[in-house]
């Protein structure tokens, strides 16, 4: 079983920055592909940024927040962060860290049921 815990939501104002942070329990951590996933008011959850893990390290984006959010991870700590810069009201939203422990970064990384776990949210509001 793995267990995910999100920390570092909060409320920034437009143009700003924060940083999300993942930690995972589990063993082989480091051979987990991770997630963030987010959902605002109304809307469905949807994919934000992915990292492989093992030596692939490939990061995946979604549009929306490529150039301005990173996805980076420690495995010797088993975290994961979001850092996240140039804010916008639209980034307002319920974020998920989620892992899949299969081991693989699959081609459908940026779907929710490729994600056997996840973490409770954190909240993250930007204002205008």
């Known amino acids: 079983q793995v267990q995910l815990v999100e920390s570092g939501g909060g409320l920034v104002q437009a143009g700003g920055s924060l940083r999300l942070s993942c930690a995972a329990s589990?063993?082989?951590?480091?051979?987990?592909?991770m997630a963030w996933f987010r959902q605002a008011p109304g809307k469905e959850r949807e994919f934000v940024a992915a990292i492989g893990g093992w030596s692939d390290g490939r990061t995946r984006y979604s549009n929306s927040v490529r150039g301005r959010f990173t996805i980076p991870r420690d495995n010797a700590r088993n975290s994961m962060s979001l850092q996240m810069n140039s804010l916008k009201p639209e980034d307002t939203a319920v974020y998920y860290c989620?892992?899949?422990?299969?081991?693989?970064?699959?081609?459908?990384?940026?779907?929710?049921?490729?994600?056997?776990?996840w973490g409770q949210g954190t909240q993250v509001t930007v204002s205008s």
């Open positions: 989620a892992a899949d422990s299969s081991g693989i970064f699959r081609a459908s990384y940026f779907q929710e049921d490729e994600y056997e776990y």
């Open positions: 589990g063993r082989t951590f480091s051979s987990y592909t």
